[in-house]
């Protein structure tokens, strides 16, 4: 039984990572106190990251956010991504990100005919009821 709670211990020191990762460093680091719905948070540390985002109320008092964050890439070039959290939800740009292709078929005529009903029918004040299968 010690022998094999002796070679589980060897293995396990066998196993540790044999490399030490350097400790990351704030070099910088600024807030704004909050206030109801405003804030505003930076930083950045000594390996290129950094971080900054700022909140807000829009008119409608609802929160939102704005922000964005940069790290090194291995190839030397750094990375920055912007984003937008408010009541459309969350966005993200970046060049970094991929982006969706066009479409390669137009969308066909019956389908646009519905598609241009539909948007006439809201226009003109309506709304679809599933229960009753009609415009309202």
Do not use: C
Request: proline share 7%; aromatic share 12%; net charge negative.
């Amino acid at each position: 039984m010690k022998f094999i709670i002796f070679a589980a211990l060897v293995a396990f020191a066998a196993a540790r990572p044999q490399f030490e990762e350097e400790p990351v460093f704030v070099i910088r680091e600024e807030s704004d106190p909050i206030e109801g719905a405003n804030f505003r948070h930076e930083f950045e540390a000594d390996n290129g990251l950094s971080q900054s985002m700022v909140g807000s109320a829009d008119e409608s008092g609802a929160q939102v956010m704005t922000g964005s964050y940069s790290f090194p890439l291995p190839d030397g070039s750094i990375a920055t991504f912007n984003w937008v959290a408010d009541a459309l939800g969350f966005r993200v740009e970046s060049p970094l990100l991929p982006v969706a292709v066009a479409a390669e078929h137009p969308v066909p005529a019956h389908a646009q005919e519905q598609i241009d009903f539909a948007n006439a029918q809201q226009a003109a004040g309506l709304a679809w009821d599933q229960a009753v299968h009609a415009w309202i």
